[in-house]
T-cell receptor
């Protein structure tokens, strides 16, 4: 089976750094994705990790530890437009299993 | 078109009626996925098509749900005898690769289904 856990909600201040954690237990693993989803919109791709370590892309970074079944998404220099849900998803056996998402609220 | 398109964007129906939801994937993408997202919930996998292979239907919640993909392109998700618990946003995604390899999925805007 597949089980993916991430916090339901988080709040952070504009300009700050926030880390969104994701833990997973899955029957297969071929990579971990992070998606951003603004309210009422479709998810959009942020990052992909298949090997352990940190992947950096601008203000966003994603980390993976396969032995611990753990990933995090790091958002730096937060902007108001970063207020959205962030979805952790594991690519297992031919399908992507999503967590329930973390709703991030960025406050002034 | 440049992205995945879905129609209709909104559908309101009465309990017991059948509905059809359509997805046009990105041209050339061989893999197509249907997901359901209920209010406050994560995305729930429904069905997966890859080329001409038999679809993976393991996520369909009941036999009232079915999907087909004609000509390896457009897909239709059909829900028969709709129930109120079927109310959700139905998302379609497509990708260019499959089989456990890096597979970024591009999502359509979704169809919001409301069953009264």
């Amino acid at each position: 089976g597949q089980n993916i856990d991430q916090p339901t909600e988080m709040t952070a201040t504009e300009g700050a750094i926030v880390q969104i954690n994701c833990t997973y237990q899955t029957s297969g693993f071929n990579g971990l994705f992070w998606y951003q989803q603004h309210a009422g919109e479709a998810p959009t791709f942020l990052s992909y990790n298949v090997l352990d370590g940190l992947e950096e892309k601008g203000r966003f970074s994603s980390f993976l530890s396969r032995s611990k079944g753990y990933s995090y998404l790091l958002l730096k220099e937060l902007q108001m437009k970063d207020s959205a849900s962030y979805l952790c998803a594991v690519w297992g056996s031919y399908q992507l299993t999503f967590g329930k998402g973390t709703k991030l609220s960025v406050i002034p | 078109g440049a992205g995945v398109s879905q129609s209709p964007s909104n559908k309101v129906t009465e309990k017991g009626k059948d509905v059809e939801l359509r997805c046009d994937p990105i041209s050339g993408h061989t893999a197509l996925y249907w997901y359901r997202q209920s209010l406050g919930q994560g995305l729930e996998f429904l069905i997966y098509f890859q080329g001409n292979s038999a679809p993976d239907k393991s996520g369909l919640p009941s036999d009232r749900f079915s999907a087909e993909r004609t000509g390896g392109s457009v897909s239709t998700l059909t829900i028969q005898r709709t129930q109120q618990e079927d109310s959700a946003v139905y998302l379609c995604a497509s990708s260019s690769l499959a089989g456990g390899k890096y597979n970024e999925q591009f999502f359509g805007p979704g169809t919001r289904l409301t069953v009264l």
